[in-house]
């Protein structure tokens, strides 16, 4: 009856601990990848690095121990350093690594986004395999989530960004319409630049009220502001509201709208 009983408390005592390890684990994990983005501890990120290497934590994706590494070599921790390495290789080059770590371990989605372009420019180069190309699809992915969550907070620039993706087609299906609803976005949340972009998709007379809002913005775009004046200059406009247009461009240092003012000015005076 007693070996029963102590068999039994054995058996509860294993079946308990093996109930926690996961929480534990999780918990500990947490802890370290805290220490080590949030208050910028090296050692922890070092330490996280080498039990994601060991696996004795599970890796949340293959690179996650580099770019623990690296954020611990950022930090100043000599030994990372050398321990980055290796993991550098995948990338191609060890500043894609640095890049990576701002997208996946600090969530930046334009670090993403560089990430998924450098990548996918070496691989068209031909100086990675296919594994280099998936992983440019990953960031690409997760570079589109990140800006779709920060443009529903209304931010344009994340909105720009989700647009950009959209329009490349990595990682995620080619989705003009959605490229140029997201470009459309930014330019009603004030991005001039998102402004300018979205006149040049549409061209022809219904491109002036974007390129005038692009260009009136603050700050203002002289690129936008020299296609406003050619655009109502193409539109056969007033000429005093062409030559307002050139001057405007000319004065935000546009070198072909002072090219214009000047001719201009140069006829003028041949004539009088």
Not at 34 to 44: A, K, V, Y
Not at 198 to 227: F, M, N, Q, V
Not at 230 to 240: G, I, L, V
Not at 249 to 259: E, G
């Given at each position: 009856?007693r ?11 294993t ?5 926690l ?9 947490a ?14 990120c ?8 060991r ?5 949340r994706y293959?690179?996650e ?5 690296a ?18 290789r995948r ?9 990576d770590v701002?997208c ?10 560089e ?8 691989h068209?180069?031909g100086?990675?395999?296919a594994?280099?190309l ?15 969550q ?8 994340s ?7 959209y329009?490349?087609?990595l990682?995620?299906a ?20 998102a402004c ?7 061209g022809?007379p219904?491109a ?9 913005l603050?700050p203002?775009s002289?690129?936008?502001?020299l296609k406003?004046?050619r ?16 001057e405007r ?14 001719r201009r000015v140069e ?6």
């Amino acid at each position: 009856m007693r070996v029963l009983v102590l068999g039994l408390v054995g058996g509860t005592l294993t079946a308990l601990a093996a109930g926690l390890s996961g929480p534990v684990a999780a918990w500990r994990r947490a802890t370290l990848s805290d220490d080590c983005i949030r208050t910028s501890d090296s050692r922890s990120c070092d330490t996280l690095g080498d039990r994601l290497e060991r696996e004795t934590m599970p890796r949340r994706y293959p690179e996650e121990p580099g770019l623990y590494f690296a954020l611990a070599c950022e930090l100043g921790l000599a030994r990372s350093c050398v321990r980055a390495q290796p993991w550098a290789r995948r990338y191609s080059d060890y500043e894609a690594l640095e890049t990576d770590v701002g997208c996946m371990l600090r969530g930046n989605a334009f670090a993403c986004e560089e990430v998924s372009n450098a990548l996918r420019t070496e691989h068209e180069e031909g100086k990675g395999d296919a594994d280099m190309l998936d992983l440019a699809r990953a960031r690409a992915r997760r570079a589109l989530d990140l800006y779709l969550q920060d443009c529903a907070q209304d931010r344009p620039e994340s909105c720009l960004g989700a647009s950009r993706v959209y329009w490349r087609g990595l990682g995620v299906a080619s989705n003009p319409p959605e490229a140029r609803a997201k470009e459309a976005r930014a330019c009603a949340l004030g991005l001039g630049e998102a402004c300018e972009l979205e006149a040049d998709d549409r061209g022809g007379p219904d491109a002036i009220p974007l390129y005038r809002k692009a260009c009136e913005l603050t700050p203002p775009s002289p690129h936008a502001c020299l296609k406003l004046a050619r655009a109502y200059e193409a539109a056969a406009a007033d000429p005093s509201v062409v030559g307002a247009s050139y001057e405007r461009a000319c004065d935000l240092l546009s070198v072909d709208a002072c090219l214009w003012v000047s001719r201009r000015v140069e006829h003028s005076s041949r004539e009088k």
